[in-house]
């Protein structure tokens, strides 16, 4: 007789300890394999954890308070986690302080997640020849029924099926995979290329952060690591932030390595990640190219990981777990002795900081391929509203008419969508704000709604004010939808295209658009943050950022990280080829060192102020952060629960609280929040398990989320 213990998957409760069942008969059952098991009267999806012989099970079951139920169902045939990645599970769940199961169900693609107990639905029919004539005849034993209806026509094959000469079989579907083709850099590489990947390569550290400006050659270095890597037969992932951009590196890497590179991101469907994941898995795949969650795919031998853009927010998880994307190459970098490059123009503080002091090892490529940074100027937006220019300054406005007139192309970036951000009565002056958010209403003047940006709540635009009846309303401040207006109005002639999430919420919408600016089917490209990264046009001369400081205002410590980052990332757009680049950077707070320094373009002046900064407040990288948030809709309770929360905490000498603090009201559930400070982040850690642990009563009316490492604290 065996016992089993599972981790269960329960829809409301956060468990975190398994469950021990009964497994009689003879079946195989191993770690790492789904059951579905009786839980309270439900029957729930499970992950096996151990499973021990017992021989004596009164004596065992006499230890026990409860009663052991039988297994109901073995789903799985073998193991889904290998031992690493279940080990991995076991590490991660740890880590981030979040339920076991939950760190399984990130690992996994939809398909196998441990709370659908159904196999990928993507199947083929197969043809299987039994007769040796035949077989000799076709050449092959076996194929596809779409294969085999190449051979011969569908007449014969059904004569066949009836002699019994062949049979039919319906198989899971495999994605094609083929060899790959090592190709060679259709360049020498410059001598700093050289010495920085000869650096790579002798480093004894494994964890490399590649800090090189926009253009300076840093993909080309990742592929001449990835085609050693290649040819010693390991396989290699290369990790971007978000699905526009792997577009954008996989046709790089297949001008390379050819058609046979793997891809994962969020893009595909259920059944294609699952084909790619069996791929992975069967070593079929060599080359990886994806985002996120493509860091758990099965690797058999892994020789390398990039994370390309390393300092990008989306690499982090903003629902539980909230892992890392790095924290996790690094620790599975470990498992296979291979390297780890973070590489990005704008690290990350606390990376930075960790290669100052050699604990990952710093390569500095300083110098674009082909030319000099663009030239950038800083435009006081005070003094041009002064002067009557609200929206576009005079000296951008001048800007762009040039390029337009010598037949090149514009970038202008403004992260916020809409048409104007806030509405407010022009006889009171009441705004109207979201009915489930404590957030305003944004105006959409293509739809003529009234759109809450946090839960996507609309209404029609044509209101009157609820508190005084009056029918008019002043707009307050630019979104994209303005900017578009303002640009065609200054500049009937030119073709502008807009990228935001409302112009690319359908699939493939992002390709679309960035190929019809590449093709000069427009002159101007208007859009969010979406735009500021990883592109590359060649005849984009100028580049205009829009309220440029704008996200200083956001209450984080991490949002003059950000601002600097955005400001450099877009301006990388402007000059990459031959000709020399502009950048016109239009903001109110003109005298913020992180402004200053981005329109500089100087990374270390930057990273010396706001290390400053973050070590007078005691903030990360000098301390270790954990954000805990509760969240419900019975205030009086939040409240409580988070006051007699940070007493608890308040008590230990090794940590600081801050809080905690009444967040604004999202998607009609209210928020608190308390933040952790301890320069010993094992420490805090654990405190926090122990803490966590004990909080089972709570969670039926209180859902309690904890962030380790949090990025965004809105
Ligand atoms: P980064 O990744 O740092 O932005 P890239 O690797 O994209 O830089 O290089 C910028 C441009 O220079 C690309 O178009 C690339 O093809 C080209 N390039 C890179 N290395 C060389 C080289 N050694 N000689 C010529 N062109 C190069
Ligand atoms: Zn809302």
């Known amino acids: 007789m065996r016992v089993v213990s599972v981790y269960i998957e329960h829809p409301i409760m956060q468990l ?35 499973v021990e012989e017992v021989e004596d099970l009164d004596a065992y079951c006499r230890n026990l308070d409860y009663q052991l139920k039988e297994i109901q169902e073995i789903i799985d045939d073998e193991p889904l986690l290998n ?28 398909a196998l997640k441990p709370s659908s107990s159904h196999k990928p639905a993507a199947r083929e029919r197969w043809v299987i020849i039994d007769d040796a004539e035949l077989k000799t005849q076709f050449g092959f034993s076996e194929a596809t029924l779409k294969q085999f209806l190449q051979k011969c026509t569908s007449h014969f094959y059904a004569k066949y099926r009836r002699q019994g000469l062949i049979h039919t079989e319906d198989r899971e579907k495999q994605a094609q ?19 920085a990947l000869y650096d790579i390569e002798q480093s004894e550290q494994n964890v490399v952060l590649l800090h090189g400006l926009t253009g300076s050659g840093k993909t080309e270095i990742y592929m001449q690591l990835a085609e050693k890597a290649l040819r010693q037969g390991r396989q290699v992932l290369i990790l971007v932030p978000e699905i526009s951009l792997t577009s954008l590196m996989i046709s790089r ?17 259920p059944s294609e990640k699952y084909q790619q994941y069996q791929l992975v ?16 795919m099965p690797f058999a031998d892994l020789g390398l990981i990039v994370l390309d853009e390393e300092h990008d927010n989306s690499y982090k998880q903003d629902s539980t777990p909230r892992y890392h994307t790095r924290d996790i190459a690094i620790k599975r970098a470990e498992h296979h002795h291979c390297k780890v490059i973070l590489g990005s123009a704008t690290p990350t503080l606390e990376s930075y900081a960790r ?39 005079q000296p951008l406005t001048e800007a762009i008419g040039q390029r337009l007139e010598a037949g090149k192309q514009v970038i202008l970036l403004l992260n916020r969508r809409g048409y104007t951000p ?74 502008v295209v807009r990228m935001d999430a409302d112009t690319t919420a359908q699939k493939d919408a992002h390709r679309r658009i960035l190929e019809a600016f590449q093709n000069h089917e427009y002159d101007i490209l208007v859009g969010t943050q979406m735009i500021a990264k990883g592109l590359d046009f060649p005849d984009v001369t100028l580049v205009g950022v829009f309220n440029a400081d704008g996200p200083l205002n956001r209450m984080d410590y991490r949002s003059v990280e950000t601002t600097f980052d955005l400001i450099v990332q877009a301006s990388g757009r402007s000059g990459r080829s031959e000709e020399a680049g502009e950048v016109y950077v239009q903001a109110y707070d003109i005298t913020h060192y992180g402004i200053r320094l981005a329109v500089k373009q ?54 600081r609280t801050l809080g905690p603090s009444k967040l604004l009201k999202k998607k009609d559930e209210c928020r608190y929040r308390i933040l952790m400070k301890g320069s010993d982040k094992q420490y805090l850690i654990d405190q926090l398990w122990k803490w966590y642990d004990q909080q089972n009563y709570l969670r039926h009316q209180v859902a309690i989320q904890v962030d380790v490492d949090p990025y965004i604290l809105d």
């Not at 995979?177 to 010495?195: F, H, R, V």
Request: charged share 25%; glycine share 6%.
């Open 602 to 655: 100087n990374y270390i002046a930057f990273f010396n102020n706001e290390m400053q900064y973050r070590h007078s407040g005691y903030y990360p990288p000098y301390s270790y952060m954990i954000a805990l948030m509760f969240s419900g809709k019975d205030e009086k309770l939040l409240e409580d629960a988070a006051y007699e929360t940070v007493e608890v905490f308040r008590k230990d000498e090794k940590i």
């Open 355 to 393: 290669a100052i002091k050699n604990v990952y090892k710093l390569i500095t490529l300083d110098e674009r391929i082909f030319n000099k940074l663009p030239i950038s100027h800083l435009v006081d937006m005070n003094q041009q509203v002064r002067q009557g220019n609200f929206i576009i300054s």
């Open 16 to 50: 975190n300890s398994p469950f021990h069942y009964l497994l009689k008969g003879e079946d195989y059952l191993a770690r790492g394999m789904r059951v579905k098991v009786d839980f309270n009267g439900r029957l729930l999806v499970g992950f096996v954890d151990e």
């Open 83 to 110: 031992d690493e990645l279940y080990q991995l599970g076991l590490w991660m769940s740890r880590q981030s302080v979040s339920p076991v199961i939950s760190c399984f169900q990130a690992m996994l693609p939809a």
């Open 422 to 495: 806030i509405m407010k009565c022009a006889s009171c002056g009441e705004v109207l704000t979201c009915p489930h958010c404590d957030v305003t209403l944004s105006y959409h003047k293509d739809e003529n709604k009234l759109i809450c940006h946090c839960c996507g709540y609309s209404q029609s635009a044509d209101v009157i004010c609820p508190k005084c009846g009056a029918k008019r309303w002043r707009n307050y401040g630019i979104g994209t939808q303005r900017l578009v207006e303002e640009v065609e109005r200054l500049y009937p002639k030119a073709r």
């Open 253 to 269: 890497f297949k001008k390379r390595f050819g058609d046979n590179i793997a891809v994962y991101h969020s893009g595909l469907n």
């Open 177 to 195: 995979s083929g060899q790959l083709e090592i190709g060679e850099a259709p360049y020498q590489l410059t001598e700093k290329q050289k010495q």
């Open 281 to 296: 898995r069967s070593h079929k795949a060599q080359l990886v190219v994806g985002t996120r969650s493509a860091v758990f």
